[in-house]
């Protein structure tokens, strides 16, 4: 017999990480993990982990032949900055592999007659603001907002929503009898900040790499003009909400794809955050025209009423419990060691 699993790609990575660490502790689920690079010493033996391309079809298909996967949280994908300096890998990892996945986990609904929950993290990228007196005056947009996307990731997030969306009602739509298929959910991530992970490759990264390098005593040049603001929130409530969503029962959802968010800041009041408990910290501002303006095309803030009313969300973080009780003693923590 097949092993039930819990399938979850980019496993490695920031989300992966402390998605990985948080199923384990909950020992609910057996977990099959799936990266390009090997788990960290702290997170090995916390799954059956895969060392492997999203994009190698041979292995998904041995993978589903070894394993009954129950649920996949599909985090694999090339972020915002790295995309735009390569699109068209970008374009390879983050539509070919959702789309090899999604075909793959249709397959698996209709082979196990049961609607396979397939939980796709999207992205503030997926929306296009026009110009900065639009995302000053539309400050909370809603899902269907402002859609036109400027960055290869943007558009490929916006692209693999529908794609989750066709996948889960409208794949052979022209079949005489209709199979179970996928149940795709998906939440709109703001900028996450990890106290135990640095990001790379993101363009929300200013905020979480000014905190670990004051942290660290490093200086720090910030790459985005003092008024430039975006959402963001804490990680352990980034996996809050993918869980929330997994468990929420299909009758109460009226869409596939939510916003989620908790606080706004400029990079200033980010700055301002940081030098209150690091008062030493020497940041500076050096903004990059290019990646600025990919901040400039990305909401000051988001919408979630629909995930709130649906499924119950809220954030335990706000903008004070985030830094106070969260980033802040777990980052000075981790720096004295
Ligand atoms: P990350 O870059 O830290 O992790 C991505 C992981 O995917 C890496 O470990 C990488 O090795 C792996 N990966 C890349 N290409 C792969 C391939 N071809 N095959 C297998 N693995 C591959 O990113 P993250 O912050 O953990 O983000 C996870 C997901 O959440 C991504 O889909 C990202 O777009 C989304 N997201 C993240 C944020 C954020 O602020 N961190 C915000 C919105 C959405
Ligand atoms: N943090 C991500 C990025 O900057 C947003 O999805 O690419």
Known sequence: MRKKVVLITGAVGEIGQAL??????EGTNELLTLDLHRMPAGLAGQSTHVEGD???QTLLTRLVTEFEVDTIFHLAALLSTRGEFAPEL???VNVDGTLMLLQLAAEQSQRSDRSLKFIFPSSIAAYGMPDLETKGRDALVREWDWNYPTTMYGCNKLY????GIYYSQYYQQLAASRPAMLDFRSVRFPGLISAFTVPSGGTTDYG???LHAAAQGRPYACFVRPDSTLPFMAMPDAIDSLLKLAAAPAESLSRRVYNVTSFSLTAAAFRDRVLSAFPDAQISFAPDVKRQGIVDSWPAGLNDKAARRDWGWRPAYDVDRAFDEYLLPNITRRYQK
């Open 20 to 25: 990985v660490r948080q199923l384990f502790d």
């Open 54 to 56: 999203i994009l190698d």
């Open 90 to 92: 970008a374009h390879k």
């Open 160 to 163: 693999c929503e529908l794609l």
């Open 208 to 210: 979480p790499e000014m």
